[in-house]
């Protein structure tokens, strides 16, 4: 086996596995039943009937109240942006959201994907009120930008499921990918999609910490100190 075969195996091997055994079951209803959401909700934007309904029901703004923002979230992961293929997002929403589901399980998934969707939702009303002076600040006039919708919440499950399965350069190839975006192109969008980017490397190293305590405290437990193990 050549070096970058053998590479791609342990990059993606054990990624692979998972996703396959989890096609096998069947277990990807919740990203199915997304993609037609999504599509749905595109196709009634679309339209000169629906355009207020949808905007209504699941466009984000800064300038919204915060309650009204928090209300509509939910559904802003199913409202991808009028400009841009709608394909693009299906494709990725059925990728990623499939991929995630059999390898969190729908309840994680879920949570991570709103988690994502929020901190990239608070961040825009944070940038916005430090300004466009300030490294972390936005200008004024993205408070009547409309949130990325489902994108953050890829980005992020993307990332998750990359760490959470040592596919370490996947991972950082996505998070390098977003910076050079916002690098190359600064807008309300991709400054959310580092947000939701950050959200999820603060849940690994959670995570990650409350399972080394959770060892450390089996280890103690058993008389065996943490070092020795």
């Not at 400054?191 to 603060?202: S, T």
């Not at 103690?220 to 100190?225: L, Q, T």
């Amino acid at each position: 086996m050549n070096p970058l075969a053998r590479w791609a195996r342990a990059e993606w091997g054990p990624l692979y596995r998972t996703v396959r055994d989890g096609l096998r079951a069947r277990a990807v209803a919740m990203a199915l039943g997304a993609v037609g959401l999504t599509a749905l909700l595109h196709f009634v934007h679309g339209q000169a009937w629906g355009y207020r309904f949808v905007q209504n029901v699941g466009a984000v703004r800064a300038e919204d109240p915060l309650w009204l923002a928090l209300l509509r979230t939910p559904l802003s992961l199913f409202v991808p942006a009028l400009d841009l293929p709608v394909w693009g997002a299906l494709l990725q929403i059925l990728l990623v959201l499939g991929i995630a589901e059999i390898c969190l399980g729908r309840p994680l998934t879920l949570a991570l994907a709103y988690a994502a969707t929020l901190a990239g939702t608070l961040y825009a009303r944070l940038g916005i009120a430090l300004g466009s002076g300030h490294p972390l600040g936005l200008p004024a006039s993205d408070a009547q930008v409309v949130d990325s919708g489902p994108s953050a919440a890829v980005v992020g499950l993307a990332v998750y499921v990359g760490l959470r399965h040592g596919a370490y350069v996947t991972a950082g190839a996505v998070v390098v990918a977003m910076v050079v975006e916002v690098l190359v192109k600064e807008n309300l969008a991709g400054k959310e999609h580092l947000a939701a980017i950050a959200a999820v490397l603060v849940l690994c190293a959670v995570t990650a910490l409350c399972q080394w305590l959770s060892r450390a405290r089996v280890r103690s437990g058993s008389g065996v100190p943490p070092s020795q193990s």
